[in-house]
């Protein structure tokens, strides 16, 4: 089945119309007529070759929403017309320890939505920034979310599971001060769903522009990491820290706010290393610093329902198809609030 796409030919090419081909659904398969695909900041690095290994032509989008078009002989899940979403994973091996316990995000075997091997041509994984996708019926989510708000749901499928596991796996709630770090396309959401499941939620950024979005979006407090004062003040104060931001900065600011064993998880992706944290930070005051990567199925599933329930989506800026490189260029200045989301009826 042929469909179009977008995505480029090279690093340092643009995106530009593909037409790309998607394999017929099998009998656990379900397709998906894709109606919104989030951009995501990973999607640059890896169409730009900012990470090692990507294939060519690469078509990026794990942010994927839409309705069930054709379902396998025997899918009992899902059935044409369903609302559906997929996220950053359309297969695992399926029988190691990691998918044993629903975090198919942690198996050695996982195929991302997009540039990993696969048996389809042409022998990679190509995303959602096209019409129509067909996956594997275990990889499938169901959105409950009312219809008019699916194109805010998308970014739920990598943004929305990338804080929300930390935050649950930390036993984030009420009588717990959380940091989050970082008001961008991840930090809005962290801010949100810490918020929402009532946790005092201190939101940083560098800006003194963003203080009172920050409040919009569900912050207790805001502060401006540059101003030492503020800073000082939160000193020992944290029970967790969720860290958002894609870029090299200085750890160790935020170290020394975590109270006595307390964690601070880092889920942004730089494209080169953080500066080194001072040992001392950590073991005087036995705290730990942490990774989490999106979340498996069950938990990207609990994530969206949860947000059904407390009417949480994204903020978001819809684009056509042929403003994906404008878009690129203008999440690289931070100038969008918070996510782009392209309209797959414009490919």
Known sequence: MLVQAYGAHAGDKPL????????????????????????????????????????????????????????????????????????????????????????ENYCDGMVGTYNFPTPDAPGWTLGGYSQKIVV??????????????????????????????????????????????????????????????????????????????????????????????????????????????????DLDAFFVLLKRDATMALVGAPSSPHPSPQVFNLIMKRRSLAGSMIGGIPETQEMLDFCAEHNIVADIELIRADEINDAYERMLKGDVKYRFVMDASTL
Not at 20 to 33: C, L, S
Not at 194 to 204: C, L, P, S, T
Not at 209 to 224: C, Q, T
């Open 16 to 103: 530009e119309p593909l037409e790309i081909q998607r394999r017929t659904p099998g009998a656990h398969d379900v397709q998906i007529d894709i109606a919104y695909c989030g951009i995501c900041h990973s999607d640059l690095h890896q169409v730009r070759a900012e990470w090692a290994g990507t294939q060519f032509p690469c078509v990026p989008g794990h942010e994927i929403v839409g309705r069930v078009s054709v379902v396998g002989a025997h899918v009992s899940g899902f059935t044409v017309g369903d609302l559906v979403g997929i996220g950053c994973i359309v297969d695992s091996c399926k029988h190691c320890d990691d998918c044993g316990a629903g975090l």
């Open 136 to 249: 594997h019926e275990r990889y499938v989510l169901r959105i409950r979310h009312p219809e008019e708000q699916l194109a805010a749901v998308a970014p739920l499928l990598c943004a929305g599971i990338t804080t929300y596991s930390p935050l649950r796996h930390w036993n984030v709630g009420p009588g717990k001060k959380v940091g989050v770090v970082g008001i961008g396309g991840l930090g809005h959401m962290g801010v949100k769903l810490a918020h929402a499941m009532g946790a005092h939620v201190v939101a940083f950024t560098t800006s003194e522009s963003k203080r009172e979005a920050a409040k919009a979006l569900g912050a207790n407090e805001v502060v401006v990491s540059r101003n030492a004062n503020e800073m000082a003040a939160h000193t020992k104060s944290f029970d967790f820290i969720l860290n958002t931001v894609a870029a090299p900065h």
